[in-house]
């Protein structure tokens, strides 16, 4: 067993051995190459006009006193195409009253004037009671 062993490292040896170095290829200039004309660079499309420098889209602010306060809210979402998603309202009483349910409520007055321009960056605030109490 013990010269089998023997037998196996020195193969092992014998095939770890040192190789010389390939003698570097060269590849002959080819005499017939064909130069191709190039063609000019794609340009980039022109860069699409930035909020920036694009008008911002405005609307005219509806008189909203009256409505169920959801009812406002889903009427200047609709307005804007939902690019005016949130507006705020308070208690017109000056109860300090959240309004969790917004259907239960009804629009007081409105911090932006009927008729009045308004962007996405609007903020819209809504002045509202219970829609059982009448407005202060």
Known sequence: MRYVWLALVAAALTACGTT???EPTTVPPTASRV???TEPAPQPAPPAPSAESAPAAQWSMPDLVGAVLQDA???IQ?????QLLYTGSHDA???KRNQVVDSNWKVCTQNVSAG?????DTKIDFGAVKVTESCP
Do not use: W
């Open 20 to 22: 010389t170095p390939a």
């Open 35 to 37: 130069e191709r004309p």
């Open 73 to 75: 809210q889903d009427k």
């Open 78 to 82: 609709a307005l804007t195409d939902r």
């Open 93 to 95: 009483t000056g109860k």
């Open 116 to 120: 009045t321009p308004i962007a996405a």
